[in-house]
Structures are given as C-alpha cells and as structure tokens.
C-alpha cells in the first residue's frame, strides 16, 4: 500500500468515525460514553444463595426432599433429621467445590489497560482507560498495553505482542493505517492512534462474550441425571401400584403415608451425590500432588473419556523461544564465526526476542571477550535490519543481521549466489523458519555477505512423547495456531503428528459461526490433524463442531485467545505459565511444564472413573434390590418385611463407609471412557433382579425353614441386605472376575469389614433391632457368598454378550463401508 492510499485510508477512518487528528472535546465525549458505553466488560453475576440453591434442584434432590416432607407429614423426626443432613451434605460439597473455581471474566477485566493518553480538548493528558470512546485519539509508547482497539495514524512504526490475543509467537510490526488490538503490548517504537472500538466490542471484548456463553453440561450431571430419571420412573411406577392395592385392602391413610415414605427412602440413592463428589475430591487432590489442580470437580469425569486433544501450539507444543536452526555459510570462515558475527549486531539489554536467539546460539561465549560495540542501531520496519559498529584493538567493523533480501542487496550478491540464496530462504520459509541475512563491512560502503541464519520455536522436549502417549490411550491430538500453515506443519512433522493442517478460514469461514457449518466442513474439522491461522471465535467453533459430532473435546491453551474455547471445551486445561483469563476459563491447571502432565491425570482420571462407575452400579443394584423386594413382600405375603429404622440404617450402613471406594485399587482402561448409560442400567438392573430373587431366597429361609416370626425375620432380612449389598460392591468394582481384579484398596476393606461386624453385632445383641442367634448370622454370611459367585458369572456373561454385539455392530459397518467389487474379488480369490 502506497503512502497516499494509507493516508487516504485515515482520512476514511476520521470521517467514519467523525472525529480528527485534533482529537475530541469534552461534550463530544460525554455524547459518546452515553452512546457506547464505558470501555470496560460487563457481566451478571450470580448470588452465591442462588448457586446454593441450584444443588437442591434435580431429580435426586426432588427424591430427598420428598423423603423428608414425608418424614415431616407423619412427625417421624429420626427420618426427617438424617434425611435433612445427607441432602445439606450433598449440596455443601458441590457448592464448597464451585465456589473455588476462579471467575473467568474478572480474569479478563484485569487484562484491560488502566489508564491511557489521549488528545482532549487539544490536551494531552493521562485518562482512565474505562473512559475512552471511539473517535479518542491516543498515543501509544514502549511499554504500554493496548488499551482498546485502534488503528495507527501517525509515527514510524510499533512492534506490538499480541501473542496473547492471537497465539502470534513473535512481535508483529505495525505501522500508519494497520489495527492493533485491545489488550496487546506494545514492544518498540511509538505512535497516535484513533480508538475504533472499546469494551465488549473490542477483539479482546469478543473473546469475553464467548467465555461468557461457553460452557457445556458436564456428562458426569447429564448421567446423575438419567439415573435419577431412572429411579424416579420405578419408584412412581411402583408406588402407584401399591397406593392402589393398598387402598384395595382397605388400609388408613396414615399408614399408607408411611409406606409411601418407606418406597421412596428406600427408592433414593441419599447419598450417591455425595459419594461420587468426594470420589472426585479426593481425585482432585491425587491430581494436584501431579502438579494438576483441578478447578471443577466434573473435569475428572471429562477427562477420563476425552478423545480428541486441541492443543495450542505456541507455548504448550513448544517452548515459545526462538533457537537457531541449521546456518548456511557464504564468506564466513565457518558457522561458529558466522552466529558470532550476527551476535555482535545484537544487544542483550534490548530484549528482543532474535537478538537473545542469536547471543544464546554462541556456543563458546568467551569468543565475545575483546569486542567492544560502540554503536548500534536497533530493528526497525523502514531499514529492516540491526546495526553494530565494533572495535577490537585496532580493528573496526560494521556488523549487520536483518532480512535476508535487504542485506542481500545491500551486499550486492549477484548471479548464482544470489540463486543460491533465495533457494535457501526459500527452504527456511517452507518449514515455517525466519531467515536472517549476516554481513560485515570495514567502510560502510562495501558489504561482504557472510551467510544465512535460520530461527524456530523449538518443541518442548517431552512433547513427541506425550503426544505418543496420548495416541497409545486413545487420544487424538490436533493442534491449534494462530502461526502460518508452514510453521504449523513443520512443527507437526518433528513432533511425529500428523500434516494434514489447514488455515482454518477454508476449514469454517470469516464469520466462525459453528452454527453456520456444513457437513463436509465439519467432516473437514473432524479429519484435520491441525489448524493454522486461528482466532478466538475459530478455536471456540471447532470444540463446538467436534462436540456436535459426539467427540468428548480437551483443550489446552495458554493465552487469552483460548479462554472461550477452554470453558466450552469438556476438558479445557490450561498449561504452565498460562494468564490469569485462561486459567479461570480452565477445568484444569498445570503447575508443572509440558503435556506429560496431562497424560498423568488423564490416567488418574480414568481410575476415578471406574470407582465412579463400580459404585454406580452397585447403587443403582441395590435400590433395586431394596426397593422390588419391599414392594413384592408387601404385595405377596402382605406384611412389611423391614422397618422404618431398618430402611435408614441400610441406607447409612451401605452408603457412608462405601465413601472410602474414592482410594480404592482400579484398572486402568486404555481407551477412552464415558457413560454408556445402556450398559449401566443393564448390568445394574441384572444384579439388581438377583439381589431381589438372593433376599427372597432368605425369607423362604426364615419363614419356612427356620420359621422366624415377623420381628426376626426382619432382622435376618435387614442383615442379609447389609452383607449381600456389600459383597455385591466387590463384584461391581471390576468388568472381570471379582478374584481377578485389582486387590481393594485397605481403607475400601476395612470400611466394609467394620460395618459387617457393626451390622452382625446389632443384630446378635438385639441392639436396635430383635436379636437373632450367632449360628443364623453365620449361615446368612455363607448363604451371601455362594450368592456373590453367582452374580459375578451372571455379571462376566452380560458383559460378553454386551461387547459381542459391539464388536458385531463394528464388524458389520466396515463390512458394509466396503465396495461391493472389493469384496467379490477378494472373495473369488
């Protein structure tokens, strides 16, 4: 662009923005804060009574609660207390364990500038960043951060970090008619600015709305919830039936009540929330002795199941430093002489970013000694080169580094070392590398060309093998960048990922609209190995296609530019050294460099997973249990086979000491896992039917063989719950057989050996309950063993007809994927 079209194109902002190089006035400002607002971010917070009251809202919660209004009715005061404490209890732990998550917008509002310089009232004067409009003029000097967007009028140029905002790795120079953005540092140089936009309408602004909008429903509550919908379902069916047969038989409204509250106590998992929270608690302090901290407890869940990894390039796959790559000699005696040459037409105290790759890349620093630099001349846009003027002794000599073609030409190299030059240029570009020309003069005049310097952001140095890591569990890595497509490609290569990378505005479009996405786009997405070019509202569109698409999505960033697309993520984790706006957008921070970390607590996450999936079942199991038992026992033989206090005590007996489950010994699952609600209720509801047919074995026992009366065969049946249930855990903790799995962790043990002797010691003194002899106590113990192989046979049968048939689905697609010709021919050979 010529400089009369960059002036015309000020002129065009001026005019649009109805302002001028003379700044505005004070009324026109007062107009215009009334009109844009103050350049800030707002938000709605929510009160934290309104996030406590939101854990007593659900399927579950309703049961509690309607549990404890039962209670209430019939002034049943013991049922009413515990039921009030499990369902605070419940709701404490969720709320307790939010509360700690940080607030991603007040991250982002603490990157806004605080104060400004802008040209009012002819004035130059310092203002409150806040209180910028569009139309300010501003000035912009070393040091300063962006305080809204702007585009540059006047000055020679600035070098801007926008790595945060872009993912950019180095300082990108700006000068008259280009835009910086809200947020960003200015490096080097100083220049006047016109404010275009300010606070939400801002680049950096944008990136907050989508923080604010993003966010997922975690899969740990959609589960929570269809379990609760699934028990909520038995329990009215259940109910229904007997209020009628009840009602039939002509018994009082009062005791009907009381059996209605008996169903649903005995219907409600109390403490299933409670048990799977602290099994994430716990997890959650397991991660952050691995250097993990985790900010929401239903990122472990996440993160057991993610199979699809976004991970930003700059800083995370690489150490977001620049290192010399590979030199091409010309006149230099060799490449040692060749870095050295180039170090002395750089300066340490300047801080720029080449300057220090080049000083780092002296491998003897003693060769340095004796030189003295009396002159130099920074980078800029307009020359495009350093300039070192040094003394050794006698000796004085110019040194210059800068674009290669610049000091090409001002070496004068022609012919076919100019060829051979651009070809090497050439070759540097094509892997993503910057190229810098070196040459020394004696005079200033005449110029010898010396080589050839190549830079790149090195990968970390554990990361090809966390990304191999990542592929053995199941987990595919794409990587995400706001680099150009050669750079993200060449990075890709050396860490063993895949190149199948595009600049993703022909992958999703300008708008980044995911809503706006085809199929072959979205497919495009889905087969993509990594993406270059990304912005804020790109990263945030391809987490929500690859979500669309039934992905379970971990995202992990540094920067601000990746808060949205870390929040709307399943698993958005942020990396060592990440801002403040990043980590408050993630589920999970690393305190510790590199993504081997991750691989760390995917694994842990996945044996949280497990201990969340084996008492699942065994909850859902033995409400069934419980619950079909009641109601059949009532409907059948018309008596009540357990009490009120029975009821309570099984629930306290088998839920508060399975809470040690949360350290027991799991296996580690090499794929990705997830809820798959159709296996959970099956194998539930299975070990549940036989639970029912186990417990109705024991009253057949009691009644007619022993022939108990009423009072001690509703203690042999409330013993034969608390040891058949907890023997049923042992059989739910492991998809083999229960002796094959890893041993149970000590406390997971002696937890449930306590609570059998507790159960067995009541029941033998008559504490609570009417007392039954030893030798029956012992028999039920016996009779719960045999019972518990036949339940793990049934449970190793289930399963090998549930993964049959996954494998014959599978067999059957590929099968029908395949030409037709393909398979003849290959059938006929």
């Given at each position: 662009?010529?400089?009369?079209?960059?002036?015309?194109?000020?002129?065009?902002?001026?005019?649009?923005?109805?302002?001028?190089?003379?700044?505005?006035?004070?009324?026109?400002?007062?107009?215009?804060?009334?009109?844009?607002?103050?350049?800030?971010?707002?938000?709605?917070?929510?009160?934290?009574?309104?996030?406590?009251?939101?854990?007593?809202?659900?399927?579950?919660?309703?049961?509690?609660?309607?549990?404890?209004?039962?209670?209430?009715?019939?002034?049943?005061?013991?049922?009413?207390?515990?039921?009030?404490?499990?369902?605070?209890?419940?709701?404490?732990?969720?709320?307790?364990?939010?509360?700690?998550?940080?607030?991603?917008?007040?991250?982002?509002?603490?990157?806004?500038?605080?104060?400004?310089?802008?040209?009012?009232?002819?004035?130059?004067?310092?203002?409150?960043?806040?209180?910028?409009?569009?139309?300010?003029?501003?000035?912009?000097?070393?040091?300063?951060?962006?305080?809204?967007?702007?585009?540059?009028?006047?000055?020679?140029?600035?070098?801007?970090?926008?790595?945060?905002?872009?993912?950019?790795?180095?300082?990108?120079?700006?000068?008259?008619?280009?835009?910086?953005?809200?947020?960003?540092?200015?490096?080097?140089?100083?220049m006047e600015a016109v404010v275009t936009a300010t606070g939400a309408n801002t680049f950096f602004g944008r990136t907050a709305k989508l923080v604010e909008s993003a966010g997922t429903a975690s899969h740990f509550q959609k589960?929570?919830?269809?379990?609760?919908?699934?028990?909520?379902?038995?329990?009215?069916?259940?109910?229904?039936?007997?209020?009628?047969?009840?009602?039939?038989?002509?018994?009082?409204?009062?005791?009907?009540?009381?059996?209605?509250?008996?169903?649903?106590?005995?219907?409600?998992?109390?403490?299933?929330?409670?048990?799977?929270?602290?099994?994430?608690?716990?997890?959650?302090?397991?991660?952050?002795?691995?250097?993990?901290?985790?900010?929401?407890?239903?990122?472990?869940?996440?993160?057991?199941?993610?199979?699809?990894?976004?991970?930003?390039?700059?800083?995370?796959?690489?150490?977001?430093?620049?290192?010399?790559?590979?030199?091409?000699?010309?006149?230099?005696?060799?490449?040692?002489?060749?870095?050295?040459?180039?170090?002395?037409?750089?300066?340490?105290?300047?801080?720029?970013?080449?300057?220090?790759?080049?000083?780092?890349?002296?491998?003897?620093?003693?060769?340095?000694?004796?030189?003295?630099?009396?002159?130099?001349?920074?980078?800029?846009?307009?020359?495009?080169?350093?300039?070192?003027?040094?003394?050794?002794?006698?000796?004085?000599?110019?040194?210059?580094?800068?674009?290669?073609?610049?000091?090409?030409?001002?070496?004068?190299?022609?012919?076919?070392?100019?060829?051979?030059?651009?070809?090497?240029?050439?070759?540097?570009?094509?892997?993503?590398?910057?190229?810098?020309?070196?040459?020394?003069?004696?005079?200033?005049?005449?110029?010898?060309?010396?080589?050839?310097?190549?830079?790149?952001?090195?990968?970390?140095?554990?990361?090809?093998?966390?990304?191999?890591?990542?592929?053995?569990?199941?987990?595919?890595?794409?990587?995400?960048?706001?680099?150009?497509?050669?750079?993200?490609?060449?990075?890709?290569?050396?860490?063993?990922?895949?190149?199948?990378?595009?600049?993703?505005?022909?992958?999703?479009?300008?708008?980044?609209?995911?809503?706006?996405?085809?199929?072959?786009?979205?497919?495009?997405?889905?087969?993509?190995?990594?993406?270059?070019?990304?912005?804020?509202?790109?990263?945030?569109?391809?987490?929500?296609?690859?979500?669309?698409?039934?992905?379970?999505?971990?995202?992990?960033?540094?920067?601000?530019?990746?808060?949205?697309?870390?929040?709307?993520?399943?698993?958005?984790?942020?990396?060592?050294?990440?801002?403040?706006?990043?980590?408050?957008?993630?589920?999970?921070?690393?305190?510790?460099?590199?993504?081997?970390?991750?691989?760390?607590?995917?694994?842990?996450?996945?044996?949280?997973?497990?201990?969340?999936?084996?008492?699942?079942?065994?909850?859902?199991?033995?409400?069934?249990?419980?619950?079909?038992?009641?109601?059949?026992?009532?409907?059948?033989?018309?008596?009540?086979?357990?009490?009120?206090?029975?009821?309570?005590?099984?629930?306290?007996?088998?839920?508060?000491?399975?809470?040690?489950?949360?350290?027991?010994?799991?296996?580690?699952?090499?794929?990705?896992?997830?809820?798959?609600?159709?296996?959970?209720?099956?194998?539930?509801?299975?070990?549940?039917?036989?639970?029912?047919?186990?417990?109705?074995?024991?009253?057949?026992?009691?009644?007619?063989?022993?022939?108990?009366?009423?009072?001690?065969?509703?203690?042999?049946?409330?013993?034969?719950?608390?040891?058949?249930?907890?023997?049923?855990?042992?059989?739910?903790?492991?998809?083999?057989?229960?002796?094959?799995?890893?041993?149970?962790?000590?406390?997971?043990?002696?937890?449930?050996?306590?609570?059998?002797?507790?159960?067995?010691?009541?029941?033998?003194?008559?504490?609570?309950?009417?007392?039954?002899?030893?030798?029956?106590?012992?028999?039920?113990?016996?009779?719960?063993?045999?019972?518990?192989?036949?339940?793990?046979?049934?449970?190793?049968?289930?399963?090998?007809?549930?993964?049959?048939?996954?494998?014959?689905?599978?067999?059957?697609?590929?099968?029908?994927?395949?030409?037709?010709?393909?398979?003849?021919?290959?059938?006929?050979?």
């Open positions: 662009m010529g400089r009369h079209e960059t002036v015309q194109d000020i002129q065009n902002i001026f005019a649009d923005l109805k302002c001028g190089p003379e700044g505005l006035t004070s009324p026109e400002i007062r107009l215009r804060l009334d009109k844009y607002g103050q350049n800030a971010l707002k938000s709605e917070s929510v009160s934290p009574l309104k996030k406590l009251l939101s854990y007593f809202w659900g399927p579950i919660p309703w049961m509690i609660e309607a549990a404890a209004l039962l209670s209430l009715i019939v002034q049943d005061w013991v049922d009413f207390s515990i039921i009030l404490v499990l369902l605070i209890f419940n709701a404490g732990i969720g709320f307790w364990e939010e509360a700690k998550a940080s607030n991603a917008l007040d991250a982002l509002k603490n990157q806004m500038a605080l104060k400004a310089r802008a040209l009012r009232d002819g004035e130059w004067n310092e203002v409150d960043a806040s209180n910028l409009v569009p139309g300010d003029l501003v000035r912009i000097r070393l040091g300063d951060v962006i305080p809204a967007d702007v585009v540059l009028t006047q000055g020679e140029y600035l070098s801007v970090d926008q790595s945060a905002l872009t993912g950019e790795s180095l300082p990108v120079n700006k000068k008259a008619g280009n835009e910086a953005f809200s947020g960003s540092v200015a490096k080097q140089g100083e589960a929570v919830m269809k379990v609760g919908d699934f028990l909520i379902f038995i329990a009215i069916g259940l109910a229904m039936i007997l209020v009628v047969t009840e009602l039939l038989r002509g018994e009082p409204l009062i005791k009907l009540i009381q059996f209605v509250l008996i169903l649903v106590v005995a219907s409600i998992p109390v403490a299933m929330p409670a048990v799977l929270s602290v099994t994430m608690a716990l997890g959650a302090l397991s991660l952050s002795k691995k250097k993990a901290i985790v900010s929401k407890l239903q990122a472990i869940e996440e993160m057991a199941g993610i199979d699809i990894l976004c991970s930003d390039k700059t800083g995370t796959l690489t150490k977001n430093q620049l290192d010399l790559g590979e030199p091409i000699v010309f006149s230099a005696p060799d490449k040692d002489n060749l870095i050295l040459m180039a170090g002395l037409a750089s300066k340490a105290e300047n801080g720029d970013a080449i300057d220090l790759a080049v000083l780092k890349g002296i491998t003897d620093q003693s060769t340095l000694s004796g030189y003295e630099q009396t002159f130099f001349s920074p980078f800029d846009p307009i020359r495009k080169r350093t300039e070192g003027t040094i003394t050794k002794g006698a000796d004085k000599f110019i040194v210059t580094k800068g674009a290669p073609q610049v000091v090409l030409d001002l070496a004068n190299i022609t012919g076919a070392e100019r060829e051979k030059a651009n070809y090497s240029i050439n070759e540097f570009a094509s892997k993503g590398f910057r190229a810098l020309g070196v040459a020394k003069s004696s005079d200033g005049k005449q110029w010898e060309f010396l080589g050839i310097l190549s830079l790149f952001d090195p990968p970390r140095d554990d990361s090809k093998l966390t990304i191999l890591q990542a592929g053995e569990h199941g987990i595919q890595v794409k990587m995400v960048t706001g680099d150009d497509t050669a750079i993200g490609r060449e990075t890709a290569g050396q860490l063993g990922m895949g190149t199948n990378m595009f600049p993703v505005s022909e992958l999703i479009g300008e708008d980044a609209d995911p809503s706006h996405l085809t199929d072959s786009q979205v497919d495009m997405i889905e087969n993509a190995d990594g993406f270059a070019r990304v912005f804020p509202e790109h990263k945030y569109a391809i987490v929500k296609a690859l979500q669309e698409r039934g992905h379970i999505v971990a995202m992990t960033g540094d920067g601000v530019n990746d808060a949205p697309a870390l929040k709307q993520a399943d698993a958005g984790i942020a990396v060592s050294g990440a801002t403040d706006a990043a980590r408050a957008a993630a589920d999970l921070i690393l305190t510790e460099p590199g993504l081997s970390v991750i691989i760390k607590a995917v694994e842990e996450a996945r044996r949280i997973f497990e201990r969340m999936m084996s008492y699942t079942i065994y909850r859902i199991a033995m409400t069934i249990d419980i619950m079909a038992f009641v109601v059949l026992a009532i409907l059948v033989f018309d008596f009540y086979p357990l009490t009120a206090v029975m009821i309570i005590m099984l629930a306290l007996l088998d839920d508060i000491p399975i809470m040690t489950i949360a350290y027991d010994n799991t296996w580690l699952d090499p794929k990705p896992v997830r809820w798959q609600m159709g296996r959970v209720l099956s194998i539930s509801s299975l070990l549940g039917f036989l639970a029912v047919i186990e417990t109705f074995g024991m009253l057949w026992i009691g009644r007619d063989i022993l022939h108990y009366p009423v009072e001690q065969l509703q203690t042999m049946l409330f013993l034969q719950l608390v040891a058949g249930g907890h023997l049923m855990l042992f059989v739910t903790r492991t998809k083999k057989a229960f002796w094959r799995s890893p041993h149970p962790a000590p406390k997971l043990f002696w937890a449930i050996t306590g609570t059998q002797l507790f159960a067995a010691v009541i029941c033998g003194m008559g504490w609570l309950v009417p007392a039954i002899p030893w030798i029956h106590i012992l028999w039920v113990w016996l009779y719960n063993l045999v019972w518990m192989v036949v339940q793990d046979v049934f449970k190793l049968a289930a399963y090998r007809v549930m993964d049959g048939k996954s494998v014959h689905a599978q067999n059957f697609l590929r099968f029908a994927n395949e030409p037709i010709f393909s398979r003849f021919t290959r059938h006929k050979k």
